[in-house]
C-alpha cells in the first residue's frame, strides 16, 4: 500500500537531509579510516531507502510542502507528484550504484578529502531539484547540484586539463541556469508569482511562451548535453572520478531532461504545432554528431562522454515528437512518444552508469583510459568484461536488452508521423528518424570498437598483461546495473506500465497496459501494427545458441586442432600489429568526420634506407569550439580589455556614468509601461 503523500515527501527531504550530514561527516572524517565506508556505506542506505519511497510515489496522488526558507513571501516550496517520483528513482538508483562502486574505487583516491564531501552533496542536489515547486527553490538546487559536481570534476587538480575541464564546465553551468532564470521570470510574469502552481494558473501566451521553450531548451540542453552546447561534457567526465562521471553522465544529465519537461510540458501550457520542431531537430543532430565524435576518440571515458550525447539526443527527440502529437491532438501516439523518452531516461542512467563502472575498473587495474594501450583483458578481468559486454550490447541498442526496448519505442512513435497535419513536421520528423538509425549504425560500431579494442586480443602493454580483476563492491555495482539492464529489457512492459502516472499527468492520456498482454508481449499501438516481446527473443537466442554449441560439441568430429591465429601475412607477432582504435574508425572518420570535423591526416613515411620512424597524425576540430566558443571568447576578451578602462575614470567621469545609466533606466521603464 502507498504511503500518505505528505509523509512520502517528507522521506525524500529526511534524504536530502542525510545526505547534507553526509556531507559534513564526509568533511570532517576524510582523512581518517572511517571516512570512505561513513559516506560511501550512508549514502548507499539513504539513496536505496529513497529510490523505494520514490518508487512507492509514482502512483500516488501529489503532496506539498511549503517551508519557511528561501524568498519570504513565498518559502520553499516542495511538492512530490508522479513525475518528481520517477526521476528521484533514476536519481537514487544511479546514486546507490554509485555509491555501492565508491566503497571499493574508492580506496585508490589520493584525495579523498576533495571527494568525499562532495559526493552526498552532489547526491543531495539533484534529489532536491526534483522536489522543488518555485522557481528560487528550483535554482537553488539546481545551482547546488552545479557547484558540488564541478567541485568533484577538479577534485584531481594537479592531473592535465582537470582545471581547463571544470572552468568550462562551471561557465555552461552558469550559462544554463542564467536561461532557465530568464525563462521562469517570463513563466511568473502571466501570474504575478514565482511558485509552480502560479505559473501554471497563467502560462504565458503567443511570442513569451516561444521564448520560454526557447530558454528552456538552452538552459536544460546545456545540462544535459545537447548540440553546440555540449563542449562541457567531454573534458568534464573523464577529470572527475569514474563513479561520479557515472553520476554525471547517467543521473545528472536525466535531472536536466526532468528540467526541460517540468516547464515545457507543465508550465508553458498548452504547445503550439511548431514547438517540437527544433526540440526534435536538436536531438536530431545531437544523436549522430555524439556518436561520431565518440567514434574519433581513443579515451575510453571520452568515448562514453560523447555516447551521452546521443542518447541524449534520443530522448529528446521523443520529447519533441510528444510536443508534435500533443499538439496536434494525438494523445496516445504523444503518450507513446513522451513514454519512450521516460524509458529511455530510465535506462540510460543504468547503461551509462554501468559502462562508467567498467571504465573505471579498467582504470584501477591498469592504471590507462587508452584503447591502444589496452587489450586482452577478458581473460585477465573476466567479470567486468562480462558485464561490460551487456552494457555495450544494452547501449547499442541489440535485442533482449533494455536500450533496444526504448529505441525501439521511440522509433514506433516517428512511424506514426505521418498522421500530422503540418508540413514542418511531416518533413521533419521523417529526417530525424533517419539521423536516428544512422545514430543507432554507429553506435553499434562504436561499441564494437571500444569493447574489442580494450577487452580482445592480446595485451598491449605491460599494464594491461598484468591486470586483475577489481574489488567485490565495484563488481556488485556493476553486476546489479546488468541485471537492470537484462530485466528491463526481458519485462519492459513492467517499466512502461509504472512509468504511465507522470506519462498522464502531463499529456492527459496513458498508453494502453503492457502487463494485460499475452506472453509479456508489448503492444505500443496495435497488434496489427507492431509488437515485441524481449522474453521470447530472449530465449530463441538462448536456445539458438545452446543448440548450436550441442551440434557443435556432440556431432561434430572430436579431433582438436591447434594453429596460430591468422596474421595477414605478416608473420611478426607483436601485439602493436594487431587493429588499433585509430585503425578501427579510419573508414568512417573518411567519411563523415572530414566535413563535419575537418578530420585530417598526414602520414610521414621516411625514404629507404632512413632510421626514422614513420609517422601518422589524425587531426580533428569540434565545430562547437572552432566557430561558436572561441570567437565568443574573444569577443568577451576584447570587451573586458576595453571595460578595464572603467578603473582609471575621474569623480566627474563616475558621476555623469552613474547619471547616463539612471536616465536610461528610466526611459526603459517608461517605455515598458
Known amino acids: 500500500m502507498a504511503l500518505a503523500p505528505t509523509i512520502q515527501l517528507l522521506a525524500a527531504l529526511s534524504a536530502v537531509a542525510a545526505l547534507l550530514v553526509l556531507a559534513v561527516a564526509g568533511a570532517v572524517l576524510a582523512r581518517g579510516p572511517l571516512g570512505r565506508p561513513v559516506v560511501y556505506g550512508g549514502a548507499l542506505a539513504v539513496t536505496l531507502l529513497a529510490a523505494v519511497s520514490a518508487l512507492t510515489a509514482i502512483p500516488a496522488p501529489t503532496g506539498g510542502l511549503v517551508l519557511p526558507l528561501g524568498i519570504p513571501w513565498i518559502g520553499a516550496n516542495l511538492r512530490l507528484d508522479a513525475l518528481s517520483a520517477v526521476f528521484l528513482v533514476v536519481v537514487n538508483l544511479g546514486g546507490a550504484a554509485a555509491s555501492l562502486y565508491g566503497l571499493g ?7 579523498p578529502e576533495r571527494v568525499l564531501p562532495f559526493f552526498p552533496a552532489f547526491l543531495a542536489g539533484m534529489n532536491l531539484v526534483p522536489l522543488a515547486a518555485d522557481a528560487y527553490t528550483f535554482l537553488l538546487a539546481w545551482e547546488f547540484m552545479s557547484l558540488a559536481s564541478w567541485a568533484l570534476v577538479i577534485s584531481h587538480d594537479k592531473e592535465a586539463g582537470n582545471v581547463q575541464a571544470g572552468l568550462v564546465y562551471i561557465l555552461m553551468a552558469s550559462f544554463g541556469t542564467l536561461a532557465l532564470m530568464l525563462a521562469f521570470g517570463l513563466l511568473a510574469a502571466g501570474g504575478g508569482g514565482f511558485t509552480f502552481e502560479a505559473m501554471r494558473a497563467a502560462p504565458p501566451t503567443g511570442w513569451a511562451g516561444a521564448i520560454v521553450l526557447v530558454l528552456a531548451l538552452l538552459g536544460a540542453g546545456s545540462k544535459a548535453g545537447l548540440v553546440p552546447l555540449h563542449v562541457w561534457l567531454p573534458l568534464a567526465h573523464p577529470a572527475a572520478p569514474s563513479h561520479v562521471s557515472a553520476l554525471m553522465s547517467g543521473v545528472m544529465t536525466k535531472v536536466a531532461v526532468y528540467g526541460f519537461i517540468r516547464i515545457v510540458f507543465d508550465l ?42 546521443e542518447n541524449i539526443g534520443l530522448i529528446f527527440v521523443g520529447l519533441g515528437l510528444a510536443l508534435a502529437f500533443k499538439a496536434s491532438g494525438f494523445g496516445g501516439a504523444a503518450a507513446l512518444a513522451f513514454t519512450a523518452a521516460l524509458f529511455h531516461v530510465f535506462n540510460h542512467a543504468a547503461m551509462k552508469s554501468l559502462l562508467f563502472f567498467g571504465a573505471g575498473a579498467v582504470l584501477t587495474a591498469t592504471g590507462s583510459r587508452v584503447m591502444d594501450r589496452l587489450g586482452g ?33 521511440v522509433f514506433q512513435a516517428i512511424l506514426l508521423s505521418p498522421e500530422l497535419p503540418a508540413w514542418g513536421l511531416k518533413l521533419s520528423v521523417p529526417a530525424a528518424g533517419a539521423l536516428l538509425a544512422l545514430a543507432a549504425a554507429l553506435a553499434a560500431a562504436c561499441f564494437v570498437r571500444l569493447y574489442g579494442i580494450v577487452f580482445l586480443g592480446r595485451p598491449r602493454s605491460e599494464q594491461a598483461a598484468n591486470a586483475h580483476e577489481v574489488d567485490a563492491f565495484s563488481r556488485a555495482a556493476m553486476i546489479a546495473l546488468a541485471a537492470i539492464c537484462v530485466a528491463a529489457g526481458l519485462f519492459p512492459g513492467l517499466v512502461i506500465d509504472a512509468l504511465q502516472p507522470a506519462v498522464t499527468a502531463l ?30 527473443v530472449f530465449l530463441f537466442i538462448a536456445s539458438s545458441a545452446l543448440l548450436t554449441a550441442f551440434i557443435i560439441h556432440r556431432l561434430a568430429t572430436g579431433a ?31 567519411v563523415f568526420a572530414r566535413t563535419l570535423f575537418a578530420a585530417r591526416e598526414r602520414v610521414e613515411m621516411p625514404p629507404p634506407g ?12 569540434d565545430p562547437a569550439w ?27 567621469q563616475y558621476l555623469a556614468l552613474v547619471f547616463g545609466a539612471l536616465v536610461l533606466l528610466l526611459l526603459v521603464l517608461a517605455l515598458w509601461t
Open 268 to 309: 508553458a501550457g498548452p504547445p503550439d504545432w511548431w514547438w517540437g520542431i527544433p526540440v526534435i531537430v536538436a536531438g536530431a543532430i545531437a544523436g549522430v554528431v555524439g556518436v561520431l565524435q565518440a567514434l574519433l576518440q581513443s579515451d575510453t571515458k571520452r568515448v562514453l562522454a560523447f555516447s551521452t550525447i
Open 560 to 590: 582438436v586442432r591447434r594453429a596460430p591465429p591468422w596474421d595477414c601475412g605478416f608473420p611478426n607477432a607483436d601485439p602493436v600489429t594487431q587493429y588499433s582504435a585509430g585503425s578501427f574508425a579510419q573508414p568512417i572518420r573518411r
Open 610 to 621: 632512413s632510421l626514422a620512424p614513420a609517422r601518422i597524425e589524425i587531426t580533428a576540430r
Open 507 to 536: 499529456i492527459g492520456v496513458k498508453m494502453p497496459a503492457q502487463s494485460e498482454v499475452a506472453w509479456l508481449s508489448i503492444v505500443p499501438v496495435a497488434e496489427s501494427r507492431s509488437s515485441y516481446n524481449g522474453l521470447l
Open 377 to 409: 583483458l577478458i581473460h585477465r578481468m573476466p567479470v567486468t568484461s562480462v558485464v561490460m559486454l551487456i552494457g555495450a550490447a544494452a547501449i547499442s541498442a541489440l535485442p533482449p536488452l533494455n536500450g533496444f526496448a526504448s529505441e525501439w519505442l
Open 105 to 111: 574505487y574508492g580506496r585508490h583516491d589520493h584525495a
Open 626 to 652: 572552432a566557430f561558436l566558443f572561441l570567437p565568443l571568447a574573444g569577443l568577451v576578451e576584447r570587451i573586458a580589455t576595453r571595460a578595464n578602462r572603467l578603473q582609471y575614470l575621474t569623480i566627474r
